[in-house]
């Protein structure tokens, strides 16, 4: 009977597999400007929280500047949205919110923090976090990780956080990714000291599957000869092995990365693309071919992208910003998905 069990189990592990690499259909069904009402609004992320969608960004004079805080939007229908909450932290411009949901249920706000002093110049960055047990009520953004390193997103699993820090504006003796880990949220420890150094590598977004396995995908930038394309990288177990996986030239600068497992094992990936001038693009991953396909270009343009996703009612919600009409906004797009077959 055992052997039967376990011959049942892999055969539904492999069909999920088989149906998580076959292409998807997207249909876009329609992009809402929810916000403009900063000189500058950028950077978001979303979550499904509490029967509602909150809606983290950075409001600011511009792009860099001394004023940079988070507003919170919380919507019930993703049509109407309203104000619910805003972090702020005297000396600091917070940008780069990401949004998570604790092991105890409060949803916790994590940002970059720079003690920038005048605008447009570069300062070293560090993380902020913040928390709310009713998405109405915050508590002061507190820095977690001090100015010089940037932990840029986290993701929990089985009640730990992990997130990736990178030296940022700073003369760093470790010019490399970290994985750091925490049990509460507020105090992090390093993992795995030195990560990745294959080229300028930043921002990283994490996830965890059913069974367990990490993925990361990664930003990488140009900095002299060295490869600028994204990578992507997976771990088991303990997470302190890791393998490397080019996604190739045309995911070069892949910007403000962001990805989601569907109820169907397909992995959707946004970020920042640059071909055709830059834009903000939705693609497909697939983990099992370490590859990286296109699928669909938003109305964006210009200063753009820093997706959130979530899935929702059968449809992938998606936040970003962009310039493409003028200043930096923020736009809430619904998707429809669709398996194809091969």
């Known amino acids: 009977m055992r052997t039967g069990l376990t011959t049942i189990a892999f055969i539904m592990i492999h069909a999920v597999s088989a149906a998580a690499s076959s292409p998807v259909q997207v249909e876009l069904l329609g992009v809402k400007k929810i916000w403009d009402r900063a000189p500058h609004n950028a ?3 979303l979550v499904f929280w509490h029967d509602r969608f909150y809606c983290a960004f950075r409001e600011g004079r511009g792009h860099v500047s001394t004023d940079g805080r988070i507003r919170i939007l919380c919507s019930s229908d993703a049509d109407t949205w309203q104000s619910a909450g805003l972090s702020e932290l005297a000396g600091y411009d917070l940008r780069d919110a990401h949004l998570s949901v604790t092991p105890d249920g409060s949803l916790m706000l994590l ?3 720079s003690p920038r002093e005048k605008d447009g110049q570069s300062a070293p960055t560090g993380s902020f976090v913040a928390c709310s047990k009713d998405g109405a009520v915050w508590s002061k953004a507190k820095i977690v990780v001090e100015p010089g390193r940037w932990l840029w997103s986290v993701a929990w699993q089985e009640g730990k956080v992990y997130g990736v820090s990178y030296p940022a504006f700073s003369q760093a003796a470790e010019p490399w990714l970290q994985l750091l880990t925490s049990d509460d949220g507020a105090a992090f420890r390093p993992l795995v000291p030195k990560l990745c150094d294959q080229g300028w590598a930043n921002e990283v977004a994490l996830r965890f599957d059913a069974a367990g396995t990490c993925y990361a995908l ?13 990578l992507l990288g997976l771990s088991k177990g303990d997470y302190t092995q890791w393998q490397w996986h080019d996604l190739g030239p045309e995911f070069n600068g892949f910007g403000g ?11 959707l990936a946004a970020g920042r693309m640059h071909q055709d001038g830059a834009h903000t693009a939705l693609c497909q ?13 938003l109305p ?7 997706p959130g996703l979530v899935w929702h009612d059968g449809l992938l919600y998606m936040s970003y910003y962009s310039s493409h009409e003028g200043k930096a906004s923020i736009y809430l797009a619904r998707i429809r998905i669709a398996a194809q077959d091969k």
């Open 43 to 45: 950077f978001t992320d």
């Open 111 to 113: 940002g970059g923090a």
């Open 218 to 230: 990664v930003r990488r930038d140009r900095r002299g000869q060295e490869p600028c394309s994204a």
């Open 257 to 267: 990365p962001n990805f989601i497992q569907l109820p169907s094992g397909h992995w």
């Open 285 to 297: 991953l697939d983990m099992a071919e370490h590859k990286m396909t296109k699928l669909l270009r």
């Open 300 to 306: 964006s343009g210009g200063d753009t992208s820093y």
